[in-house]
């Protein structure tokens, strides 16, 4: 306790460098926290969308309504698949023209009859679809099969270049955030030599000497870490309204805050990338 | 006398192997024996310099500027190490102490400087009693500790007081509360009249003259030759190019002692070693 009392009286005493350094760890530390919620909410999408989970089979011309449900019947069967789906040549027209009354107006035989698949979570990788895919184009009556693997896969591959795009990016937003308090320890340090050079004639150890200004660092990167996830939080829920309405339409998914754990993994990273910038510049200026 | 002095409790601290000599107590508190101190190879500041100070003594040390008083003195608090010799605190060889024990033997050790060594934006009171918080002393007993050092060098009451807004005469009397406050074995002062007037000055010699006169060994250097004649009964140590004289005995007593100092030196260095400015 008599450490951190001793921290804050050298933050106190130098406040301005202190709120300086606080901002700036903050803006570094919000950049990060921001990156960290995209990353969580991207990772929400790839599991929504990122696997194919549903199959459309394409019926051939003139297949009987005997041959169909036979069809479905077998494809129903698969273990793969949860259901099995007779989309008629009229009911697709319907779910492609929408609105559209000149779509709407052309001939039902246009449209192709379908089995649209949806299924089991355990076979969505993108070797069991192919398999499957495969066993179903050799049953009668089939078409052509379409698995959406092309869609999938390019979602697939924005999702993991933005995994690692954030990873690049939080790297350095690290290394800059332990930059910054090292700098602000090290300017500390500097202000307070002549305590330093009184400790250490009065016989204090180097550990008495050293331990404030580790404290200093944690206090200062739990304290940019704080701000940071506050200020991210309060843009959040204001902006919350709005996601939503664009999210929920486009992706049928709501957005995520940062869950209890990691916020308090956020502010214990902080104070812990405090602390090493700060071990950084004592190790470097402090000679004790 | 009545309360246990704490010097005497953190002495058996700072011994690495933790064991209390009772025969310390009749040992010199400090002995130099041949020390040797080099910062340059061709002007040595300390050569072979032999000194033993007993305990409860008041020493004046002095010498032209540069002459080697402020490294003698450092050589004892361990700011510096010697290159050559032994130095004895307490009948332990300092020089051979790691680091770790560094700290503990400053904490027997009061040092007072020219330029007072106060944190400006500490209050009087923290400034003298950080020397009992470094060694982990309850809060309680260190403000009652503080306010009688405090009390002792005449400022009762300024506790709350920022050092910076003191005088210079004020902020030295600071810095002498802090070297007392933990009673230790010795007090040195490194020049610590060197930024007063006269008037301040020889205030502050009467402070370290009380200090003395609690039993508390004081090592005084200065170059002020107003001070010394002061306090005549004192004895005085000369450095002089590298080597230390007693000089307050007169000059035969100085070429006796320099005679039992000098047996295993050469001619050449004796001869030097005559030249006194006082």
């Known amino acids: 306790m008599k450490v951190v009392s001793r921290a804050l009286r050298g933050v106190r005493e130098h406040v301005r460098t202190q709120i300086v350094s606080v901002a700036t760890v903050a803006l570094a530390l919000f950049c990060l926290a921001t990156a960290a919620l995209a990353a969580q909410n991207l990772g929400e999408v790839s599991r929504r969308w990122g696997g194919p989970v549903r199959m459309t ?32 040549p009229t009911e697709s027209r319907a779910l492609v023209a929408g609105d559209d009354r000149v779509m709407a107006s052309a001939s039902a035989e246009l449209f192709p009859a379908t089995v649209e698949l949806s299924l089991v979570a355990g076979a969505t990788d993108a070797s069991r679809v192919e398999a499957l895919a495969a066993r179903v184009r050799r049953l009668g009556s089939v078409s052509d099969v379409e698995t959406y693997q092309g869609i999938t896969g390019q979602l697939q591959s ?22 910054v308090v090292s700098n602000t320890v090290r300017l500390s340090l500097h202000a307070r030599m002549r305590e330093v050079e009184v400790l250490r004639l009065v016989g204090a150890s180097p550990q008495y000497v050293r331990s404030p200004f580790l404290a200093e660092g944690a206090l200062l990167g739990g304290g940019g870490a704080i701000v940071a996830v506050s200020v991210l ?56 | ?83 050559e010799g032994r130095i004895l605190f307490c009948g332990r060889d300092i020089a051979r102490l790691t680091d770790d024990s560094v700290p503990f033997l400053r904490r027997n050790i009061g040092v007072v400087f020219q330029d007072f060594k106060l944190v400006p934006y500490w209050t009087v009171f923290e400034n003298v009693a950080v020397a009992l918080e470094v060694a982990g002393m309850p809060s309680r007993i260190i ?122 030196r050469d001619a050449d260095d004796a001869v030097s070693t005559a030249r006194l400015p006082l």
């Open chain 2, 143 to 264: 403000r009652s500790r503080v306010a009688m050092a405090l009390e002792r060098v005449g400022l009762a009451g300024r506790g709350e007081d920022l050092a910076s807004v003191l005088s210079g005469g004020e902020q030295q009397r600071v810095a002498v509360a802090r070297a007392i406050v933990n009673e230790p074995a010795i007090v040195l002062a490194d020049e610590p009249t060197g930024n007063l007037d006269p008037v301040l000055a020889l205030d502050i010699l009467g402070l370290f003259e009380e200090v003395h006169e609690s039993g508390t060994t004081v090592l005084f250097a200065t170059h002020d030759r107003s001070l010394l004649e002061q306090a005549p009964q004192h004895r005085l140590i000369v450095i002089d190019d590298g080597r230390t004289i007693e000089a307050r005995q007169g000059l035969r007593a100085v070429g006796g002692a320099l005679d039992a100092q000098r047996h295993n």
């Open chain 1, 57 to 88: 089979v394409y019926l051939s011309d003139g297949a009987t309504a005997e041959q169909v449900e036979s069809l479905r019947n077998a494809l129903s069967a698969l273990p793969e698949v949860s259901s099995a789906r007779y989309v008629s």
């Open chain 2, 1 to 83: 006398m009545g309360r246990p002095r704490i010097g005497a409790q953190f002495g058996r601290q700072f011994r690495p192997d933790g064991h209390f000599d009772r025969s310390a107590a009749h040992k010199p508190i400090l002995v130099l024996d041949g020390v040797v101190k080099v910062f340059r190879a061709d002007a040595p500041v300390l050569r072979r310099v032999d000194l033993t100070i007993e305990r409860g003594e008041f020493v004046f040390v002095t010498g032209p500027s540069g002459a080697g008083k402020s490294t003698l003195l450092k050589l004892v608090y361990r700011s510096e190490t010697v290159d």
């Open chain 1, 233 to 288: 939080a309060f843009v959040f829920f204001a902006m919350r309204g709005r996601l939503d309405a664009t999210l929920g339409t486009a992706l049928g998914m709501r957005p995520v805050f940062l869950s209890l754990p990691i916020l308090a993994g956020f502010v214990l990273g902080g104070a812990g990338l405090g602390a090493t910038g700060s071990a950084l510049a004592v190790r470097r200026w402090l000679k004790v």
């Open chain 1, 158 to 179: 924005f999702l993991s270049g933005g995994r690692t795009a954030t990873l690049v990016f939080g790297v350095i937003v690290l290394l800059c955030a332990v930059a």
